[in-house]
């Protein structure tokens, strides 16, 4: 569970709230016929927007933003380190077994690769492939969000017309005036709500999540193609711990020497 999604999403409804409590009446932003127009014409766009597979697909997305668990680039490093000293000592074929107790897909299929003695150029191909069709896949998922977030204030905006509308039909009447612009406003409210709180935040989670997984694939792919070299362990540590920034370069070695140990 990612606490930081459901902090941020929770707190955002809380301090709203408590901000219309603060200088209002909670009664008077809550309007069905807004709620309708905002995220049913959110979502009608969007259906237009995407293939029905990929729209359908958005509740794995929106799991993943939740409930996705993401692969330390530490935990990575010791497991390459582990793989090398293998290799090391008994030869690329001994790394078989030690894949098949992998529980990452990608790092187990470039394992499988060098132990069936698959080209060097061909192993970094077939990875770094998988790799731009998995940043395409997150992109989709990603862009799903930030539609959803660019569509919400144009609806919001379409609803306060369509009640500015009813409004003037209604001029003769003074005491409707007031209520009738009340509810034309909630509905950009609505948007602009649904667009900041939810939408645009959670495009932006699923965007960091794809860079940081991206990155420790590359990783991995480092990590194997020097492993399948030949090159020393420490050499292969050298190399991968850049991809840790500084600050934390200490918990990484930590946990390498606690391996070791």
């Known amino acids: 569970m990612d606490i930081a999604t459901v902090v941020g999403l929770i707190s955002g409804f809380i301090f709203i709230i408590w901000g219309i409590f603060i200088s209002g009446e909670i009664g008077s932003f809550i309007d069905i016929p807004s709620i309708l127009i905002v995220l049913g ?11 029905i597979k990929s729209f359908l697909g958005t509740s794995k997305v929106v799991k993943n933003a939740f409930l996705q668990k993401e692969i330390s680039p530490d935990n990575v490093i010791v497991e390459i ?10 030869g690329l074929l001994s790394l078989e077994e030690f894949g098949e107790k992998v529980d990452d897909e990608f790092l187990k299929k470039g ?13 970094r191909n077939i990875l770094e492939t998988e790799l731009v069709f998995l940043e395409e ?3 989709e998922g990603q862009s799903i969000f930030e539609t959803m977030g660019s569509f919400a204030p144009a609806y919001g905006m379409l609803g306060t017309l369509i009640g500015l509308i009813n409004m003037l039909q209604k001029l003769d009447d003074p005491s409707n005036i007031g209520p009738s612009m009340s509810v034309a406003l909630v509905t950009t409210f609505y948007g602009s709500f649904f667009a900041n709180v939810v939408f645009l935040p959670m495009a932006n989670k699923l965007k960091i999540r794809s860079k940081r997984e991206i990155l420790v694939k590359e990783l991995m792919v480092e990590g194997l193609l020097s492993i399948q070299a030949g090159e020393n362990p420490r050499i292969i540590e050298e190399k991968l711990k850049t991809f840790v920034p500084p600050e934390l370069r200490d918990d990484y070695k930590s946990q390498l020497e606690s391996e070791e140990a």
Not at 81 to 90: H, P
Not at 114 to 123: R, S
Request: hydrophobic share 45%; proline share 5%; aromatic share 2%.
């Open 41 to 51: 014409g959110t979502l009608a766009s969007t259906l237009i927007s995407y293939p």
């Open 81 to 90: 380190i582990q793989l090398a000293n293998v290799a090391r000592k008994e």
């Open 111 to 123: 394992i499988m690769l060098i132990v069936d003695g698959t080209d060097p150029e061909l192993v």
């Open 137 to 139: 896949r997150h992109t």
